[in-house]
């Protein structure tokens, strides 16, 4: 499964992979790239490791 739209936070893209979604889709909440995208980094690594 994919989720995708409406995940504007780290702790959005992690519940979807607790929920069972394998690949999360991001967009337009990505403006900061270095920052944003390391909270994203570090949610995903973290709810993977729990799986």
């Known amino acids: 499964?994919?989720?995708e739209?409406?995940?504007h936070t780290p702790e959005?893209?992690?519940?979807?992979?607790r929920?069972?979604?394998w690949t999360v889709v991001v967009g337009t909440a990505i403006t900061h790239p270095t920052?944003?995208?390391g909270?994203?980094?570090s949610a995903?690594?973290?709810a993977a490791s729990c799986r």
């Not at 959005?12 to 992979?17: D, E, G, P, S, Y």
Request: proline share 0%; no cysteine.
């Open 12 to 17: 959005q893209a992690a519940q979807a992979l």
């Open 1 to 3: 499964m994919v989720a």
């Open 44 to 46: 995903v690594r973290e």
């Open 39 to 41: 909270w994203f980094a």
């Open 19 to 21: 929920a069972g979604a």
């Open 35 to 37: 920052t944003i995208t």
């Open 5 to 7: 739209g409406r995940i």
